[in-house]
């Protein structure tokens, strides 16, 4: 029985490249302006649940520190 597999891999790595390019990656750093707190969350979003990421940024919004100050929030994109 003879096996092709120069067909299968071509297919393999294209699928591959597919779901790697459909990858969002975000890094965000919660920081207060008035003491040393600092805290970072790294997480990744397929393309199609790109709404996942907006809550989640929704709820980092209003989040502030113990000292009672608002925390600034910055983010860090890889598409």
Do not use: W
């Not at 067909?7 to 790697?20: Q, V």
């Not at 709404?51 to 009672?68: A, N, P, R, W």
């Amino acid at each position: 029985m003879e096996i092709d597999y120069n067909n299968n891999n071509g297919n393999d790595i294209k699928s591959t490249n597919k779901l790697a390019s459909d990858l969002i990656k975000v890094r965000a750093t919660l920081s207060c302006p008035s003491c040393s707190y600092k805290k970072s969350f790294k997480n990744q979003f397929r393309l199609k649940n790109i709404e996942h990421m907006i809550v989640s940024l929704k709820c980092f919004d209003y989040m502030t520190c113990s000292c009672g100050e608002l925390l600034s929030l910055n983010l860090d994109f890889e598409i």
